[in-house]
């Protein structure tokens, strides 16, 4: 396995993974953000108000998204897996 082969598998792993947690936080960027503005349009000033929307949102994005974020991450392990045949360890 060369330097080329190393750096290119890091980079392909970032990839999926923002591309798995995409989602996910946009989600969870959207409902803070709107959780924010009624706090401030309401003068709520307690912190914990922002917990439970952002909770129910990723549990809503995980039960929408999870099988596609499933899917991307067996694909990404499986051509991992594949690939490891033609890695010669010296």
Do not use: K, N
């Not at 809503?60 to 998204?65: S, V």
């Amino acid at each position: 396995m060369t330097e080329g082969t190393v750096i290119t598998l890091f980079l392909r792993m970032l990839m999926v993974a923002a591309e798995v947690l995409a989602p996910l936080l946009g989600l969870m960027l959207t409902v803070g953000v709107a959780t924010s503005i009624v706090q401030a349009a309401m003068q709520l000033q307690d912190p914990t108000v922002t917990y439970l929307p952002r909770l129910l949102a990723a549990a809503g994005a995980i039960a929408l998204f999870g099988a596609w974020m499933l899917g991307i991450l067996v694909h990404f392990a499986g051509s991992v897996l594949d690939g490891l045949g033609t890695a010669v360890v010296r």
